[in-house]
């Protein structure tokens, strides 16, 4: 067990995460309030039963009182009436909190989650996130809608009727409660080891729902591999594993409810055959007897269901800490408290400054080793270095995905962990390789980098970005639904969606990754006239794959293992004959070969 996994299991043995519920509740006092009122109603009504029925059996039938027994039936059906309308009422206010809990946590998670910095995500699986999402928040739904109400009341309903059974009868009473300490400590023992096995139920489920997601969304390369044999072993192995778990937990709980029953009917069995034996003899009344045995019965089956509802509890305290294991996670990267200001508008000067840093997932290797250069306003410097050289790298870190282990980054002279997080991404726009679309229509695709922009905006950066005649051609043009549950766009299509995107943001400095991957011609075209519109008049660097782009820069960065090894233009390099020349012979293709035919 890793140390992670051993704190766990420790922390699990108690309600006690579920106290970080409490927040939450105590934002609906009021609704709590009423109830626990309710609540409280309901068990003092069928408190007060057992009462009548003994003075019915020892007043109105020993003397066959019609009258007094009338009277009697008249007092329970208000009774009932109470106890019918506070059960309602604590329904709906128990089960409205529940509900109402959970949506907040599932908010809270959600923006929390969705904020934290990318070294989350290396580490994290998105689909085992998603999992605590949806089935430990729905655990805690019933926990605190259904389970909680009825722990409370059976709570309630358990010491009211033992109060009631020693007020009945002293001498039964001390019999019983000898009993109690036989009942409850085996209950708590077994209930803290079905917590511990929900929870590594739990952790099964979810470790496989992440498999899943991750195999659901790579189908088409599943397919093509022909791995779904593979990935059907894998998820039904860990289907298989989360059923032990799920199946060991149960074995656990059933035990703890048959455990829990023997114990308790057996010794009020021994009980009321002592207090048959007191009527017998003439010591106790055959009312006060079934009253006794009335509240007995209440006491017991309180405590019997307290048992069975403890279990869940329990599941539902392992199910909050795994949420609030996560709202406790804190972002790598933060925003400082006191942000000093950008100057307004951004010119878009960007420098590395002695740049070393390491991905904090693989501390050991160094990402990039002590990398410098600067990028003037306005300039557009391409980028280029082996694969794994950093390129990459030095763009999340301008996004401030990570912070540099030293050294440091500006924008326009101020560090870049000086400034608020939103202002700096405010202020940057990127094209990546691989595009992501959003289920949703082109429109809200494009002006994802600006909500709320309007529908001429996003046809204008549409149009400059040489998107707007493939849009215009779709069945419903802006308004066509894209993404997982619409149509999908070819690569040069996302790409220029991208592009729109970036142009519609109109941020001072662009990244720009290209793709490798080839177009046809005319896509290619396109994207290049897309791409000219797009890069004018900002900083824009740009880790390049084309030809065409690294004779347009104004300058060439060459990356290799994390640091700047030359820099000039194509020309230039190519003459000194380093790095450069030779990763333009291979990378830039027939392209550079006739390049460098004409430059001979
Ligand atoms: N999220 C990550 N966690 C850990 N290591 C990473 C991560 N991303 C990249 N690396 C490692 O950091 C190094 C630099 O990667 P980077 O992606 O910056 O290279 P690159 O120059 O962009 O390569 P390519 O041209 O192939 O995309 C590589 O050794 C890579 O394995």
Not at 288 to 295: A, C, E, H, P, V
Not at 299 to 313: D, F, H, N, R, T
Request: glycine fraction near 8%; include cysteine.
């Amino acid at each position: 067990m890793s140390e992670n996994q051993e704190q766990k299991a420790k922390s699990s043995r108690s309600l006690k995460p579920l106290a970080r519920l409490n927040p939450y509740l105590m934002r609906y006092r009021r609704m709590a309030l009423a109830a626990l009122l309710f609540l409280a109603l309901a068990a003092v009504t069928t408190l007060a039963l057992p009462l009548a029925v003994r003075r019915m059996i020892d007043h109105g039938m020993a003397s066959a009182d019609a009258g007094f027994i009338n009277k009697y039936f008249a007092m329970l059906i208000v009774l009932a009436a109470i106890m019918a309308i506070s059960s309602a009422l604590r329904y709906y206010y128990v089960i409205t909190i529940g509900e109402r809990i959970v949506s907040d946590i599932r908010r809270e998670v959600f923006d929390h989650v969705s904020r934290l910095s990318p070294a989350f995500f290396d580490v994290n699986q998105s689909g085992e996130i998603v999992s605590r999402l949806t089935a430990d928040a729905t655990q805690i739904k019933s926990a605190v809608g259904a389970s909680a109400s009825v722990a409370l009341r059976n709570i309630i309903m358990c010491f009211g009727a033992m109060g009631m059974m020693i007020y009945t009868s002293p001498k039964l009473s001390v019999m019983v409660l000898a009993a109690i300490p036989v009942i409850v400590f085996p209950l708590i023992g077994f209930g803290r080891s079905v917590r511990r096995r929900s929870r590594a139920a739990q952790d099964k489920l979810a470790e496989a729902a992440a498999f899943a997601g991750e195999s659901i969304g790579a189908a088409r390369t599943v397919q093509a591999f022909n791995g779904e044999p593979a990935a059907s072993a894998r998820y039904g192995a860990a289907v298989e594993q989360a059923f032990d778990a799920a199946r060991v937990a149960t074995r656990a709980r059933a035990i703890l409810t048959g455990v829990a029953i023997t114990l308790v009917f057996g010794s009020i069995v021994g009980v009321l055959w002592y207090g048959a034996q007191s009527v017998l003899a003439g010591t106790l009344s055959a009312g006060t007897l079934g009253q006794f045995l009335l509240y007995s019965v209440i006491a017991a089956s309180s405590l019997g269901q307290l048992s069975e509802v403890w279990g869940e509890l329990m599941q539902a305290g392992g199910a909050a800490e795994r949420l609030t294991e996560l709202l406790a996670e804190i972002s790598a990267v933060r925003s400082p408290d006191h942000p000093k200001p950008l100057p307004a508008p951004v010119r878009g000067e960007v420098w590395f400054e002695g740049v070393e840093f390491a991905y904090p997932s693989r501390l050991e290797r160094t990402a990039l080793k002590g990398l410098s250069f600067a990028v003037d306003a306005g300039e557009t410097v391409a980028i280029v270095g082996p694969s794994g050289a950093g390129k990459s790298t030095i763009f999340s870190l301008i996004l401030r995905f990570y912070d540099p282990t030293s050294g440091r980054i500006c924008l326009d002279g101020t560090d870049l962990r000086d400034v608020a997080l939103e202002g700096l991404r405010e202020q940057i726009a990127i094209v990546p390789q691989d595009v992501t679309i959003f289920s949703g229509t082109i429109h809200d695709n494009i002006a994802f980098s600006r909500p709320g922009a309007s529908r001429e905006a996003v046809i204008s950066a549409a149009r400059a970005a040489q998107a707007a005649e493939f849009i215009d051609r779709l069945e419903h043009g802006y308004d066509t639904q894209v993404g997982e549950r619409g149509i999908t766009l070819s690569g040069g299509q996302r790409q220029r969606v991208a592009i729109a995107r970036a142009i519609l943001k109109d941020a001072p400095v662009l990244l720009l990754d290209e793709a490798t991957s080839a177009l046809d011609a005319e896509s290619e075209t396109l994207v290049q006239k897309a791409l000219d519109e797009l890069m004018k008049s900002r900083t824009t660097i740009v880790i390049a794959h084309r030809l065409a782009t690294v004779l347009k820069a104004d300058r060439i960065l060459v990356v290799d293992d994390g640091k700047v090894v030359e820099q000039g233009t194509h020309q230039s390099l190519i003459q000194q004959g380093g790095i450069y020349a030779r990763l333009a012979r291979l990378q830039f293709q027939t392209g550079a070969q006739d390049f460098l035919a004409e430059a001979k």
